[in-house]
């Protein structure tokens, strides 16, 4: 829990988040034009979404199903009947005066997140609801000097508003929150999450209290559009308002937006309530209805989803709550480390994909999929290693070959001459080379053996690392002590 200092003691923040996740399907909510992101303005655009006269919306099957996915993913209510409303504002991106959406009786109830916190804690998150609503059109305000344009490809993209409970308490729970709400609905294939390109955003609830005392009034911060912008407005907001009480101020019902190159919110207009968007079910829609067996249905399409990876991860492989976490933190993680841990020592394959993989992405920039090194390849390499081809020590310079070779590792231990020396033979001489050269040392490690380790050292440079270490201990162990 995060607490804020104030001149009259602590003050706690109560948080909770409406995020805007767009459904990933080939067509929007009410019409069949198409929803590709990067389109040329108003090139996807039907007679509906452009609100003209006479025109009504048919509702996309596949949305309802992605909600329902979603749904059952937040282990929420799924609502069999569920209603949708006008909610009615006059604004420049909204065609037809009112955005189809839906306010009493949405598709989904109440469900909850397990959220992972730095200090290795889980906590759960309410949810409150999930609903099926249109996404409005685009203004670009910097377009032309003294007019505003607007894009109407977004106008009808169906969304889903997931609403928490206002169970937030940091503005690290809220990145938590976040991060786990995107790992789910991408698990389930239900939004892409790619917030840089507006198909998930985030309303940010922030209100300051008395510990336990009664909820403060809130201000929302519409649509911020990363993890890192959610956390820096959390953090100036709640400062906001304890300083404005402080001060003698009243905090005032109000949408805000975030100015990211300020890190700070700025007021946009007084906060409409429910009442106020004259909210009434829309005319030309039935109420949608579900059956179980359709519910059932589709409950039994989801897949293993990330706690219950990271569960199996800690019972069947041994791997720390941390390390699970974090190779099942996206979906493609956690197939790649699958198809690396199969069949070999989970552990080990989980330090090499969070360890030198890891960096090798980071120092890279680029994602699993553009990783010039496959998760077979690197199940190859810890092959060579079990097998004593390759020594550990071997096998991080063959790593860095690898990436830049994008090459199967058995072919460049051929190609470089990789292999590791187990023949004691060739050992044996190079054991008797470095102890014949050093005299002044041999005499020193009889008096103090801590020196063993420099001539394991000089052993292991004499035959370019290819030795195999523990061979090369025994053996150096024998001669020394002889």
């Not at 706690?12 to 805007?20: C, N, R, T």
């Not at 897949?303 to 019972?315: M, S, W």
Request: glycine share 8%; proline share 5%; with cysteine.
């Amino acid at each position: 829990m995060s607490m804020i200092k104030g001149e009259t003691g602590d003050w706690e923040i109560v948080l909770g988040l409406e995020v805007h996740a767009q459904v990933i399907s080939d067509a929007k909510l009410f019409s069949g034009a198409p929803t590709t992101f990067g389109a040329d303005p108003n090139t996807q655009v039907s007679l509906v979404d452009a609100a003209m006269p006479g025109m009504l919306p048919v509702i996309n099957k596949r949305c309802v199903e992605q909600s329902v996915r979603t749904g059952l993913g937040l282990n929420a209510k799924i609502n069999l009947r569920s209603v949708f409303d006008r909610k009615n504002y006059f604004y420049a991106d909204l065609p037809a005066g009112y955005q189809i959406s839906q306010y009493k009786d949405p598709i989904v109830g109440e469900g909850e997140v397990e959220i992972d916190l730095p200090d290795g804690e889980t906590r759960k998150i309410g949810i409150e609801r999930l609903h099926l609503e249109q996404d409005a059109a685009k203004n670009l305000h910097d377009q032309h000097p003294t007019q505003s344009y607007i894009d109407l490809n977004r106008s009808g993209v169906a969304l889903m508003e997931i609403v928490s409970k206002p169970d937030l308490r940091s503005a690290d729970e809220a990145a938590a929150y976040l991060a786990k709400l995107r790992s789910i609905v991408r698990y389930l294939g239900t939004c892409d999450g790619n917030m840089d390109e507006g198909s998930m955003r985030c309303d940010v609830n922030v209100s300051v209290r008395k510990p336990n005392g009664p909820l403060g009034t809130r201000c929302e911060i519409k649509n911020v559009n990363s993890i890192r912008f959610v956390k820096q407005a959390i953090e100036y907001e709640a400062r906001r308002q304890v300083e404005l009480i402080e001060g003698g101020g009243t905090v005032v019902q109000e949408t805000r937006g975030f100015d990211p190159n300020k890190g700070e919110t700025r007021p946009q207009r007084s906060k409409e309530d429910a009442h106020d968007y004259r909210y009434f079910p829309d005319p030309d829609l039935l109420p949608l209805i579900l059956t179980k067996e359709y519910v059932d249905k589709i409950r039994d399409t989801l897949p293993e989803l990330p706690d219950a990876r990271k569960n199996r991860y800690i019972g069947d492989f041994g791997l720390s709550p941390y390390d699970a976490g974090v190779l099942t933190a996206e979906k493609e993680t956690a197939e790649f480390f699958e198809t690396v841990a199969k069949g070999r020592d989970a552990k080990q394959a989980a330090n090499w994909v969070t360890g030198d993989f890891f960096g090798m992405l980071n120092r890279r920039g680029v994602s699993i999929d553009q990783s010039p090194v496959s998760a077979a390849n690197l199940g190859k390499l810890l092959d060579l290693i079990a097998d004593g081809t390759i020594s550990g020590r071997i096998a991080k310079d063959l790593f860095v070959a690898m990436e830049e070779t994008g090459k199967d590792p058995a072919t460049l231990v051929e190609e470089r001459g990789l292999k590791q020396v187990t023949d004691t033979g060739a050992i044996e001489a190079a054991i008797k080379a470095v102890i014949d050269a050093n005299p002044g040392q041999l005499a020193a490690y009889k008096a103090k053996p801590t020196l063993f380790g420099w001539f394991v050292g000089q052993v292991m440079k004499s035959t370019g690392g290819k030795a195999n270490p523990k061979v090369v201990n025994e053996l150096l162990k024998k001669a020394l002590d002889a």
